[in-house]
């Protein structure tokens, strides 16, 4: 390969997780707009502190994502390194308060002998997350792994923005909710692939670790669907 077409690919790379980056912020503000960064203007009521503490950590995390992108893009790998150390105590601290607040928030709705699967799918998430981000600091001098997995990794956590999105056909289908975040994850190991002609490795130990977080998926809207028709059995007998 010529120097050339290195260059153009190196621009093409910065590019393509800019807009990565810039998108995945915006599916972010779009889907919590309504009920965090712009609640007083749609009137939404008051959220406890540990719902703040949870936003501002991940909306911090994902400016930290895009910041990071445009400092390697300016070829500042010296702040991006120094950087990398908050972002490592800001991705453990996100998952700490991300599980303790999905926790807090089960358990008023928890009823004995109700399926755990909703809540076993969001801890999911998380750990998915931790993995990658853990798997980017140990490939932290190998620029090409690292800054794959950690795409991957901000990817990966859109799901609660993605389902919060105002518009009918996103509201209320968890399907269409599930097959856009699978989408905003193939679109990026897709477009990866094809302009490298080649799958990445970072991408495939990713995809593997979402299909593995998939399958669960599957368990958990066909023991969710179970749920829903035993529950309404129990109200019908109890109506009748």
């Not at 503000?29 to 936003?55: D, I, W």
């Not at 990966?156 to 509201?171: D, E, G, H, K, N």
Request: one cysteine or more.
């Amino acid at each position: 390969m010529n120097v050339d077409s290195k260059a153009k690919r190196s621009v093409v790379d910065r590019r393509f997780y800019t807009l990565v980056a810039v998108a995945a912020a915006l599916v972010v503000f779009v889907g919590f707009a309504r009920t965090y960064y712009l609640k007083e203007l749609f009137g939404t009521r008051s959220l406890p502190l540990l719902l703040h503490v949870h936003g501002l950590v991940m909306t911090l995390w994902f400016v930290l994502f895009l910041v990071q992108v445009r400092l390697v893009a300016a070829y500042r790998t010296d702040l991006h390194r120094r950087l990398g150390v908050f972002g490592a105590l800001l991705a453990l601290l996100g998952v700490v308060i991300g599980a303790t607040t999905i926790i807090v928030r089960a358990k008023p709705h928890f009823r004995p002998g109700h399926s755990l699967a909703g809540l076993a799918f969001q801890l999911s998430i998380l750990l998915v997350f931790a993995v990658l981000v853990a798997a980017a600091i140990v490939f932290r001098r190998r620029s090409d792994f690292h800054k794959r997995l950690m795409l991957l990794a901000s990817v990966s956590i859109l799901m609660p923005a993605i389902v919060r999105i105002p518009l009918r056909f996103i509201q209320g289908n968890a399907l269409v909710g599930f097959g856009l975040i699978d989408l905003c994850v193939l679109v990026p190991v897709a477009f990866d692939t094809i302009k490298n002609r080649r799958l990445h490795p970072a991408f495939g130990w990713g995809r593997a670790a979402d299909r593995r977080v998939a399958a669960f998926e599957f368990s958990f809207r066909r023991y969710a669907c179970l749920d829903a028709l035993c529950n309404l059995a129990v109200d019908v007998t109890r109506t009748y």
